[in-house]
């Protein structure tokens, strides 16, 4: 059976020479294997990078099938935790690669979540100027979100996703069976990000969402769901010149402030921007006239998978300003800040000003 006939829900992401789909479905790691020989067939040897919670889980089968398609396979693992998103970790692992003898005809498998995705996918940009990789997302936020695009990177202590690349994907994979051993935190966060999806393109999807908080719905399909609203921003606008791929930043801003003023890892991703989504739908009501309603169901579908809404008192606003203008969101000083005008309705505004985002702030600080 070729790879694309495995039962799944497969989602084209069209970029010309560099289109690739993305494979959604349950029991597909034993098959990534036979899935890379008909991606890669020419290319013998790979680097699996994942993490040190990961690769416990997963890496045996991923070897095991990647080795039966006659795959030489080097395991490089890092320590799990945003802090291994560095220039430090990536000039680890590609030394790694270096001593493993890969070449620029190898390739490597990003096995994890989203700090997995953004490293693995970076170090494949860098190493011998590029070689191709392959996105085996682990975590809810990690399938729906990161490992689709293309964007790489890592963090400097200053600020997150500072240093990067954009270097699409050759296959993703996401088996929504390594779903099952998420951490509950780790598995409401990704929600963060579906919500997300939904406030800027899919106001429909927030009933698919409610059925999950509350234990029904169908979980492959509504990842597939996320999967093509970001594949279809992508498509339109894959370098984020046209203001249209900006739209998924709806709640990053702040967010993103609010996640590096934390210290990395402190909060987890989907819960920094589940603070920044409140910030935004708040100035969404007072800005252009979001319904009172729409800004409360969003709150109530965060707090519905544990997300926080309220910002911790020892948050300085000057500090998150300060962090937040580092942000490649800021154009000559100027804010480009992502708004909605109904839910499904994003569009990027230059009319926000720092007055505006402390009171944003000191909205969520009170909430």
Not at 68 to 92: C, D, H, M, N, R
Not at 233 to 238: F, G, H, T
Not at 261 to 269: K, M, N, P
Request: with cysteine; net charge negative; proline share 5%.
């Amino acid at each position: 059976m070729p790879a694309t006939d495995l039962p799944a829900l497969n989602v084209p992401v069209n970029l010309g020479t560099r289109s690739y789909t993305v494979q959604v479905g349950r029991g597909l790691l034993p098959h990534l294997g036979q899935i890379v020989q008909e991606k890669l067939p020419e290319r013998g040897s790979c680097a699996v990078i994942t993490d040190s919670t990961v690769g416990p889980l997963y890496a045996a089968t991923v070897i095991e099938s990647l080795q039966a398609a006659g795959k030489k396979v080097t395991l490089i693992t890092v320590p799990a935790g945003e802090s291994s998103k560095s220039l430090l970790s990536a000039q680890t692992v590609c030394g790694e690669m270096v001593r493993a003898g890969l070449d620029r005809k190898s390739f490597v498998v990003a096995l994890g979540g989203g700090v997995i995705g953004d490293l693995g996918g970076f170090c494949a940009s860098i190493y011998q100027r590029g070689i191709p990789y392959v996105q085996v997302p682990t975590t809810v936020l990690s399938q729906v979100d990161s490992s689709v695009g293309g964007k790489t990177g890592v963090n400097l202590p200053e600020a997150k996703n500072m240093v990067g690349n954009f270097h699409q994907p050759v296959h993703v994979v996401a088996d929504v069976d390594t779903l099952k051993t998420l951490h509950p935190r780790e598995w409401n966060e990704g929600f963060a990000e579906i919500i997300k999806h939904a406030c800027i393109r899919d106001a429909d999807m927030f009933t698919a969402i409610e059925e999950v908080a509350a234990g029904k719905g169908d979980l492959a399909e509504l990842i597939r769901r996320n999967i093509a609203i970001k594949a279809a921003i992508v498509e339109a606008d894959e370098y984020e010149t046209l203001g249209l791929r900006a739209l998924l930043n709806y709640g990053h801003t702040l967010g993103h402030a609010i996640e590096a003023a934390a210290g990395y890892g402190t909060l987890l991703h989907g819960e920094a921007i589940s603070l920044g989504l409140h910030t935004a739908s708040w100035l969404s009501v007072r800005l252009c006239g979001l319904p009172e309603s729409d800004h409360q169901r969003t709150l109530a579908l965060l707090r519905a998978f544990n997300l926080p809404t309220v910002l911790p008192p020892d948050f300085d606003t000057e500090e998150l300003l300060r962090i937040a203008h580092m942000d490649k969101k800021f154009e000559s000083g100027k804010i480009r800040f992502v708004l909605l005008r109904q839910l499904g309705d994003a569009f990027v505004s230059h009319d926000v000003t720092p007055q505006h985002l402390i009171q944003a702030l000191d909205e969520i600080r009170r909430a």
